[in-house]
């Protein structure tokens, strides 16, 4: 089956790893517009230069910017076959930009994944957070370790902690997804779409009851 999901939580919820092995076991395209962001920084582009300003500082990058983004990425070939949406919608006209977008293409939501956890977890979780400076592939210290310490496993680029998980930043990040990510929920909810997974297990218990709730055969 087709999955075209939205994976919601606060930063630090693992919507990345998850994201990750959800696009694994379905073979959906994994779409994460941070991710995108960091690329467009590294690659030194317009893009990147405008995102940086706003990320640098837990900001959300404007939503005509990041509606674009997500619009191009999602009318290419590859994503036919079904997505995970990491990171994205975050703001009320996102998720309205995101309904027109995929009512034009045919292709509606098949579920929209909530990970739930602990106020107090999260920020333990993004303390520990690591990711490579090369393929963008996120660690955890201690609950996500790479083979060998601050090497990625899957290229053997150096792992180090992003600029926004600074603890300033990362307590704005958490009040603008109260503000602004938060009220998805209900969006979700009341189209019927919304189901809420407790997240604070092991990764692949998360994966599998995610499965289960996006309704994979199998999970
Ligand atoms: P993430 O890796 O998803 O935590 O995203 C890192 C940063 O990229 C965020 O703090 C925002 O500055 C920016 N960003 C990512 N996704 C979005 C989005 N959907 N809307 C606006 N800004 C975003």
Known sequence: MTVRVVLLGPPGAGKGTQAERLARATGALHVATGDMFRQAVREATPLGRLAKSFMDRGELV????????????LSQEDAAG?????????TRPQAEALDRLLSELGRPLTAVLELAVPDDEVVRRLSGRRVCEACGRNYHVEFDPPA???VCDACGGRLVQRDDDREETVRRRLEVYRRDTLP???FYARRGLLRSVPASGRPEDVTRALLSAAGVEGA
């Not at 404007?62 to 990425?73: I, K, S, Y």
């Not at 079904?82 to 975050?90: K, S, V």
Request: net charge neutral; aromatic share 8%.
């Open 62 to 73: 404007p939503d005509d910017v990041t509606v674009g983004l997500v619009r191009e990425r």
């Open 82 to 90: 079904g997505f995970i949406l990491d990171g994205f919608p975050r």
């Open 148 to 150: 060998r310490p601050g």
């Open 184 to 186: 998805l929920r209900d």
